[in-house]
């Protein structure tokens, strides 16, 4: 996949407020803080295409832009914010299941994990929810410019251990060296 085009369409809760238009959706989901929006930004290619902020929970809503006229990415709540109210936590979960359960084109989810942390019960929960839906997923470490060589493949073991995944299953991404890019866009391609 090529992107060309990247733009913002709209921000949901809601599945009734949702794009009407049934493009394939390739959807990326992580807690808060673990780089969603720098990804979505890196592999558009359109530095300010998503909105990115110093503090986490920036992403509150369901967010959807349209890559070439052919497919949406979209860009889901950060889940496990500590500093979140409990009313806006407990919203973001029910938020991302009605998205799952919305029979929305979804082709495969991505999901983050910063490579400096082990996995936790958010992303066990997710990749169940993920598998209930019968969605294929693909995990996607980021910030790997945060450590060196040595320590990204130690992680990398940490996480695919966790999760019980193959460590070459893991994609290495920075978004800040574009790592990655290649890889990620060419998955998706394969699910178009």
């Given at each position: 996949m090529k992107i060309t085009d990247a733009v913002f369409v709209k921000s949901a809760i809601k599945p009734n407020d949702f794009?009407?238009?049934?493009l394939p959706e390739y959807a990326f989901f992580?807690?808060?803080?673990?780089?969603?929006?720098?990804?979505?930004?890196?592999?558009?290619g359109k530095k300010?295409?998503?909105?990115?902020?110093?503090?986490?929970?920036?992403?509150?809503?369901?967010?959807?832009?349209?890559?070439?006229?052919?497919?949406?990415?979209?860009d889901l709540p950060g889940f496990g914010f500590a500093k979140a109210s409990k009313e806006v936590k407990d919203t973001f979960f029910p938020m991302i299941k009605n998205y799952l359960g919305s029979g929305r084109n979804l082709k495969i989810a991505f999901l983050l994990i910063d490579c400096r942390r082990t996995p936790g019960?958010?992303?066990?929960?997710?990749?169940?929810?993920?598998?209930?839906?019968?969605?294929?997923?693909?995990?996607?470490?980021?910030?790997c410019d945060k450590l060196s060589k040595?320590?990204?493949a130690i992680q990398m073991a940490k996480i695919a251990q966790v999760l019980n995944i193959e460590?070459?299953?893991i994609f290495a991404t920075s978004a800040k060296s574009g790592a990655g890019k290649k890889e990620l866009l060419?998955?998706?391609?394969?699910?178009?």
């Open positions: 794009p009407s238009e049934k992580g807690r808060s803080n673990v780089g969603k929006s720098s990804l979505i930004n890196m592999l558009s300010g295409l998503v909105k990115t902020g110093r503090t986490p929970g920036v992403t509150r809503t369901i967010n959807f832009f349209r890559i070439n006229n052919s497919c949406f990415f979209v019960d958010y992303e066990e929960e997710m990749i169940a929810m993920l598998a209930d839906a019968r969605i294929p997923t693909a995990v996607v470490a980021t910030k040595l320590q990204c460590k070459n299953d060419g998955l998706a391609g394969k699910y178009a």
